[in-house]
């Protein structure tokens, strides 16, 4: 069964980067569509980017358009959200999940499936 594990969290400033990972073990990612969701307290679990597998095509929310740039590291088997000029309201906790299959790469979350447990990002002065 996918397990996938999310890394790379942490404390920024406003304005500042991160750089978040999605691993698996015994899975090659690259076969599997994934996507990046955030949910900060008080709200609903929201689609943040997607990546299809094999051609890699992206869709991104455009709360984090321009900002925000998914890709894939092959060689370290890895799906990466590179996040800049960070704000205060992209705080919050951040997963990665596999597109189901047949499913096509979008930002609803029913879509997708095997979850990690995330990982907590805080933008603060």
């Known amino acids: 069964q996918l397990q996938l594990v999310e890394s790379g969290g942490g404390l920024v400033h406003p304005g500042g980067s991160l750089r978040l990972s999605c691993s698996a073990s015994?899975?090659?990612?690259?076969?599997?569509?994934i996507g990046w969701f955030r949910q900060a307290p008080g709200k609903e679990r929201e689609g943040v980017s997607c990546?299809?597998?094999?051609?890699?095509?992206?869709k991104y929310a455009d709360s984090v358009e321009g900002r925000f740039t998914i890709s894939r590291d092959n060689a370290k088997n890895t799906v990466n959200l590179q996040m800049n000029s960070l704000k205060p309201e992209d705080t919050a906790v951040y997963y990665c999940?596999?597109?189901?299959?047949?499913?096509?790469?979008?930002?609803?979350?029913?879509?997708?499936?095997?979850w990690g447990q995330g990982t907590q990002v805080t933008v603060s002065s």
């Open positions: 990546i299809s597998r094999s051609v890699g095509s992206t």
């Open positions: 015994g899975f090659t990612l690259n076969s599997y569509g």
């Open positions: 999940a596999a597109l189901r299959l047949f499913s096509r790469c979008g930002l609803s979350p029913s879509d997708f499936e095997s």
